[in-house]
C-alpha cells in the first residue's frame, strides 16, 4: 500500500526550529519529487518546499526561503523540512505529497500532487 507518513511536529516558540519527516511505504520514493504543503485554520493549502529527484534541485516559497530546508535520504525512504526561526504564521497542519510530474518539482497546485500523508501539526507560539 502506497503511503505517506508525516511526523516531527509540535509546539514550539518563535524563533525555534522543528525538523519535520516525510516517511514512505509501499514505494522507492527516491524515484519522485516530494513537496511540502502547510494549511492553517481558515486558509487554503499552500505549497512551501519542493524537492526533485532528478538533480536534487529544491524550491522553496517566498515565505520560508532562508529559513526552511527540504533534503533527502533515499536510503531512510523519507524526506526532511528543517525550520528555523520559526514564526507564528509558519502555524498550521503540514503534509507531503508526490508529485505527479515525477521527477522534477512542477509548482504547488495540489491537483499535481498525490499520495497525501495525513498532516503533522506545527504551531508557533509563545
Known amino acids: 500500500q502506497v503511503q505517506l507518513v508525516e511526523s516531527g511536529g509540535g509546539l514550539v516558540q518563535p524563533g525555534g526550529s522543528l525538523r519535520l519527516s516525510c516517511t514512505a511505504s509501499?514505494?522507492?520514493?527516491?524515484?519522485?519529487?516530494i513537496g511540502w504543503f502547510r494549511q492553517a485554520p481558515g486558509k487554503e493549502r499552500e505549497g512551501v518546499s519542493c524537492?526533485?529527484?532528478?538533480?536534487?534541485?529544491?524550491d522553496y516559497s517566498d515565505s520560508v526561503k532562508g529559513r526552511f530546508t527540504i533534503s533527502r535520504d533515499n536510503a531512510k525512504n523519507t524526506v526532511y523540512l528543517q525550520m528555523n526561526s520559526l514564526k507564528p504564521e509558519d502555524t498550521g497542519v503540514y503534509y507531503c505529497a508526490v508529485a505527479r510530474s515525477g521527477y522534477y518539482c512542477s509548482g504547488y497546485s495540489i491537483y499535481d500532487y498525490a499520495y497525501w500523508g495525513q498532516g503533522t501539526q506545527v504551531t508557533v507560539s509563545s
Open positions: 509501499g514505494f522507492t520514493l527516491g524515484y519522485f519529487a
Open positions: 524537492i526533485s529527484t532528478s538533480d536534487g534541485s529544491t
